[in-house]
C-alpha cells in the first residue's frame, strides 16, 4: 500500500509539473503567435502609409506645376503672383496690389 501511495505521488507530482510545462509552452507559443500578428499588421500599416507618401508627393508636384502654370498664363495678361511661403501677392497691370495669407484650414 506504501508502495501504491509513493506512486500516486510521484504520477500526480509528474501529471501537474507537466501541466504547468505545457501551459508555459503554449503561452509563450501564444505569444509569440500575436507578436508576429502585430508585426505583420504594422509592416502592412507601413507600406500603406508610404505609398499614400509616394501618392501625396506627386500631387504636391502637380498642384505646385498647376501653380506654376496658372502664374505665367496671368503673367501674360498683366497679372503678376508671387508665393513666398504663406503669402500671396497679386500685382495688376495698372500698379494695384493685394496682399494675402494663405490660412491652413482642415478638409473634412
Do not use: P, W
Amino acid at each position: 500500500m506504501y508502495d501504491f501511495n509513493v506512486i500516486n505521488a510521484i504520477l500526480s507530482i509528474a501529471i501537474i509539473l507537466g501541466g504547468i510545462a505545457a501551459f508555459r509552452f503554449s503561452f509563450k507559443r501564444t505569444v509569440a503567435e500575436v507578436q508576429e500578428r502585430v508585426i505583420n499588421a504594422l509592416e502592412t500599416e507601413l507600406n500603406d502609409i508610404r505609398a499614400q507618401l509616394t501618392e501625396v508627393k506627386m500631387e504636391n508636384i502637380r498642384l505646385n506645376q498647376t501653380i506654376d502654370a496658372i502664374c505665367r498664363a496671368l503673367a501674360k495678361s498683366g497679372v503678376y503672383i508671387t508665393i513666398q511661403g504663406d503669402i500671396i501677392t497679386i500685382e495688376n497691370k495698372d500698379g494695384s496690389i493685394h496682399v494675402t495669407r494663405i490660412t491652413e484650414t482642415e478638409e473634412h
